[in-house]
């Protein structure tokens, strides 16, 4: 048993017609809390049970934080998620209704984190969003699934915000054999924290993000991110906001699923058969992301959209 799902894998017909290739969907959109991230989240929060902890702390109002909050859920355990005061209302009641408890602190994520890792006793595990080697196993699992339905990808398209699904991508990938097949990672332009670092392959810090897809917005990718790079096939590509929010809505439409802008960044590469280099088989991670709402997703495609 794990906390996460086996998820659909199915040929999207509408990408393989746009693109005239083999396109796979992995509907990590469809895992219990709305994302990829209760793949290495519940590995994580497993591991920490099994030797003691009692209580999970997480500093995501995201969806790593919701992932913590179900993996605790399910496992009988109290959730603490310190989110700072920007966390919208929906992101909050998400938490609420996993039965987290939400402390609102500080006016960023760096004061949130802070009083996060005071919360962390004894009894109790801190859960982080992309850095630590249990998420990047869990993760793996993706591909793990992948093969046992035995299709085999010659590309995998995924999107990076700290890097830990590429993390766990990449170890999924090798631990299964492919360790030739390319990973295209995604990025939109205003959180291109992996493009920057790999350009000159050292970690670079960003000054601020500006991108509406959150989820993406690590200023600062964990370094396995760029040891994947160094020992595997790995590439990085930007896309706008108004791509990726083009590509939920293009994607809601094709396969009635919703997804955040992060997943819209991956989707949009994927809709773009010109992006997509040599590969005839294509696996799409479809990341997912609970937060979106159709309303928003309409929302940002306006405002972003040239008059
Ligand atoms: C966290 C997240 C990402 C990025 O994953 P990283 O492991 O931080 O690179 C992409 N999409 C969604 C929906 C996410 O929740």
Same mark, same amino acid.
């Given at each position: 048993m794990t906390l996460h799902i086996n998820t659909p894998l199915l040929e999207s017909r509408p990408l393989s017609q746009a693109t005239g290739r083999r396109i796979w969907l992995k509907l990590d959109a469809l895992q219990p809390s709305g994302s990829f991230k209760l793949r290495g989240v519940g590995h994580a929060c497993e591991s920490h049970f099994a030797r003691g902890a009692r209580r999970f702390v997480s500093s995501s109002g995201g969806n790593a934080g919701l992932a913590v909050a179900y993996a605790g859920r399910q496992l009988g355990l109290p959730v603490t998620v310190v989110v700072p005061e920007t966390t919208s209302a929906h992101a909050k009641t998400l938490l609420a209704l &996993? #039965? @987290?408890e939400v402390i609102v602190h500080g006016s960023s994520w760096h004061e949130a984190n802070a009083l996060a890792l005071t919360l962390v006793g004894e009894d109790a595990a801190f859960i982080h969003p992309f850095d630590d080697p249990l998420l990047w196993t869990g993760h793996a699992s993706l591909v793990d699934e992948v093969a046992k339905a035995g299709v085999v990808p010659d590309a995998v398209v995924l999107a990076v915000g700290g890097g830990g699904l590429l993390s766990g991508v990449v170890e999924g990938l090798q631990r299964n054999g492919w360790e030739h097949v390319p990973v295209l990672a $995604? &990025?939109?332009e205003g959180a291109a924290?992996?493009? @920057?670092?790999?350009? *000159? #392959?050292?970690? $670079? &810090?960003?000054?601020? *993000? &500006?991108? *509406? @897809?959150t989820s993406l917005g690590a200023k600062r990718v964990a370094e396995q991110a760029l040891v994947c790079a160094r020992q595997h096939p790995v590439s990085s590509h930007l896309v706008t906001d108004l791509q990726a929010v083009r590509a939920c809505e293009r994607f809601l439409h094709d396969h009635r699923v919703l997804v955040e802008p992060a997943c819209g960044a991956a989707l949009a590469l994927a809709y773009d058969g010109q992006r997509l280099g040599e590969a005839q088989n294509v696996l799409v991670v479809v990341c997912g992301g609970a937060t979106a709402t159709s309303e928003q997703i309409v929302a940002w495609r306006e405002a972003l959209t040239p008059a």
């Open positions: &996993e #039965d @987290a $995604v &990025e939109t924290s992996f493009n @920057a670092s790999l350009q *000159i #392959d050292t970690l $670079v &810090e960003l000054k601020q *993000i &500006e991108s *509406i @897809a």
